[in-house]
């Protein structure tokens, strides 16, 4: 081994920074999907194995990692092979962390106890200095159970790290990870072993941020047919083994809860029922790709799905394997016809989160598509209404994040337990069950401004003249049963608005109708397909583009509690390339005024030009959430809760571009001065602070007073006026946006004081 400088003292105090070994992104997924649910740090760090924590203040960086990486490159070697083959346990006062490590006494444990010498004496340390009892453990900690009573959580949760026992990787180096001001733990510095390049990716892809999205992202599972095993076997996809396909002119996308509940019969006598309702629907053209996603997937039932002939043959790639780890009793899992790439979506509840798989279409790749799997909080209380709401706002937010910086057709396809019947609304609040601001807000969870619905715009919903959220509390009239087969056994003078188009229905499944209803048996459309408006994705094709499947056979048997979802979705395509100049033709339009004059036809398609200037769909959703959030933001203040934001100029006529601000006029009850005093306070706190959605608060001013803010990464001019009379009046679902500007207008005008 060559020699390095000096070993040097460093004070190692500082819990901002920790030396560390960080897992290539694949075996990175695997861990998470038991840190989300049960390790406290699963937001903030990797999945890791410290070798130095607590490591070095941030200014003694540059110092140090010079004197680092000369001892880690004169390594003998340029890869380490890690392997995490036994499960520990270490008891604290209240809870225990269970981890991994390498076995004790064996040649991984050696290795990795070396690279600690190594490392100790670049700083001048003791063997052992800095840890429990003077001894240096290698472990991951994967997760926390309380020691409080009979101790079982502890047991439950070895049992299910012991699932993950046999993880290896060949480790290429260290990391220095850095703590920011949201307290996550990035990559700052990369230190490599021996001669060794490209530490932790993919493939040779990098890791630069163990928390980031992208690197979060997991490659799915293909089905190899060809296998020596018996039936095929599923593997760990490849991109360079598999031949990413052309962009498709449909997307056949089938949402199914298969139910994972303790009472139901088993999994194998209702397996052969859901593989038939999952193929009864008709085949989509050839070049579709089509998606399957499930909930309720539990550790019976997912190795059958996936060893099922039509399951393998239909949706080669899955998020899972047959052998995968599965941290819940209900789970998602997403299925394909093409590969894709997974990533999830964690939400406040630790046991719920979002399924997120990308599929990167065309020979270029120029067309990505994300689709989201859900299975959100079920109930009808007013906690559960604001639990769903919190969870798609999550949703809504990483997807259009996501879709910022290329070209990307959004979907959310699942399970939302929302309730739709207004006899059950009307129930529960009659029985002070819920508020009337709840009972209004369970049919705003959803914006049906940002998102479609795939049945309220088929043609199930609109031949049979019925759309949902009409609040009539009465049954529907005859001839509006919007629902086809789905309402068979239901009386037209029974249905009520919200009940058309029921996917979770007492009175026709007979495995719903052994279930408890927790307020009424009234049918619920719980299931759905969204996508994000003014993409390239359309609900309205030549054939039908809605189905419902999974009814009772001719025996009165089904599969599962719930029917499944299927929407057929029109993909459009890349269209013409920018610039592209067509022929110009003149003619003489002697019918016109002004006989002889001569008239210029261009058939120039301006459309590629013009587009990178003109806002997406995501750029209209990201704006639509931005003044949604400074319009809570706002309203936190005295005087100031029931204020309303109305947009003006250029974002009201729908004129603006991708880099435009957006001038919003708020109004509310308390005088100007009290406004722009708490408004300005309170976002140039959130600036200053931890919160990254709001930055660069400045106040200007001039002859009409304004506040300028970045919320969301969109500039804002925010002005104010106080109009008591119209905020008492104002009715949220009642106004389009473009009425508030006449309403102040006509308030000014009546109240000209």
Not at 55 to 76: K, N, T, V, Y
Not at 265 to 285: A, G, N
Not at 517 to 530: E, K, N, T
Request: charged share 20%; proline share 5%.
């Amino acid at each position: 081994m060559a020699s390095y400088s000096a070993p040097q003292k460093f004070a190692l105090t500082s819990t901002t920074t920790a030396l560390a070994l960080l897992l290539p992104q694949q075996i990175s997924s695997e861990v998470n999907t038991l840190r989300t649910l049960h390790d406290r740090t699963s937001q903030t760090w990797p999945p890791h194995i410290n070798i130095l924590y607590p490591f070095l203040p941030l200014q003694h960086l540059p110092q140090a990692i010079p004197l680092l990486q000369s001892a880690l490159s004169s390594l003998s070697y340029h890869t380490l092979r890690v392997v995490l083959d036994d499960v520990g346990v270490f008891k604290h006062r209240k809870n225990a962390t269970v981890f991994l490590r390498p076995a004790e006494g064996g040649e991984c444990e050696g290795k990795l106890k070396e690279l600690r010498g190594v490392v100790e004496g670049v700083f001048g340390l003791r063997e052992g200095e800095g840890t429990r009892e003077g001894v240096w453990r290698p472990h991951l900690g994967v997760g926390q159970a309380s020691l409080m009573g009979s101790g079982r959580e502890v047991d439950r949760l070895e049992e299910q790290v012991s699932k993950l026992v046999g993880l290896e990787w060949e480790a290429r180096g260290l990391v220095v990870l850095r703590r920011e001001v949201d307290g996550r733990m990035t990559v700052c510095e990369e230190l490599r072993f021996g001669d060794a390049e490209g530490m932790y990716g993919v493939e040779g892809d990098e890791l630069k941020d163990g928390t980031s999205q992208d690197a979060n992202s997991t490659p799915c599972f293909a089905f190899n047919d060809n296998s020596n095993e018996n039936n095929g076997a599923w593997s760990r996809w490849s991109k360079g083994g598999h031949q990413i396909q052309a962009i498709p002119n449909t997307i056949s996308i089938s949402t199914y809860n298969i139910m994972a509940e303790p009472t139901a019969s088993p999994f194998t006598t209702r397996l052969p029922l859901i593989i038939t309702s999952l193929s009864s629907p008709p085949p989509p053209p050839q070049s579709s790709l089509q998606i399957l996603c499930l909930q309720e997937i539990s550790d019976e039932s997912l190795p059958l799905i996936l060893g099922s002939p039509y399951i393998q043959q239909t949706y080669p790639y899955a998020t899972h394997a047959p052998s995968s780890l599965l941290p819940s009793a209900r789970n998602l899992v997403t299925l394909a016809s093409q590969p894709f790439t997974s990533t999830v979506v964690q939400f406040e509840a630790r046991h719920k989160s979002a399924l997120v798989v990308e599929f990167s279409l065309g020979d270029l790749e120029e067309k990505n598509v994300l689709v989201a799997n859900v299975h959100l909080t079920s109930g009808l209380t007013d906690k559960a209404v604001q639990a769903k709401k919190s969870q798609i706002n999550t949703l809504s937010k990483f997807l259009i994040a996501r879709g910022k910086d290329r070209e990307r057709e959004i979907i959310i396809a699942g399970d939302f337990n929302l309730t739709t019947s207004n006899r059950t609304i009307q129930k529960a609040l009659s029985g002070a069950l819920i508020t009337k601001e709840t009972a209004m807000e369970v049919k705003t969870v959803i914006d049906l401004n940002v998102w479609e619905d795939a049945f309220l715009v088929s043609d199930l919903n609109i031949e049979r003249g019925s759309m949902e959220g009409n609040h009539e509390d009465g049954p529907m009239l005859d001839g509006e049963d919007a629902n086809g087969s789905a309402m068979l056994g239901h009386d037209s003078n029974e249905i009520f608005a919200g009940e058309q188009g029921a996917t979770f229905d007492r009175i026709t499944n007979p495995i719903a109708a052994q279930l408890d209803p927790p307020i009424d048996r009234s049918p619920q459309r719980y299931d759905r397909v969204l996508y994000l408006k003014g993409g390239g994705i359309s609900a309205r094709g030549e054939r039908d583009e809605f189905e419902i499947f999974g009814f009772a056979d001719e025996e009165g048997r089904v599969g599962s509690d719930h029917y499944g979802v299927r929407a057929l979705l029109s993909v459009a395509g890349s269209g013409s390339s920018p610039g592209a100049i067509s022929r110009m033709t003149l003619r003489n339009d002697s019918g016109s005024v002004g006989s002889g004059i001569t008239f210029v036809e261009d058939g120039t398609d301006f459309s590629g030009l013009l587009e990178p200037y003109l806002p997406t769909a995501t750029d209209i959703a990201q704006r639509e959430m931005a003044i949604e959030l400074l319009q809570s933001t706002l309203s936190r203040g005295a005087g100031l809760e029931n204020l309303f934001l109305a947009p003006l100029g250029s974002y009201l006529m729908d004129t603006y571009f991708v880099d435009s601000d957006v001038d919003v006029l708020a109004i509310g009850c308390v005088s100007p001065a009290k406004f722009f005093e708490f408004a300005g306070r309170e976002l140039r706190n959130l600036d200053s602070g931890n919160e990254e959605s709001f930055k660069g608060v400045h106040f200007v001013n001039s002859l009409v007073s304004i506040v300028e803010v970045n919320v969301l990464g969109i500039k804002f001019d925010l002005q104010y006026c106080q109009a008591e009379e119209l905020v008492r009046a104002y009715v949220p679902l009642s106004l389009p946006p473009f009425l508030y500007p006449i309403l102040c207008l006509l308030y000014i005008l009546h109240n000209p004081s």
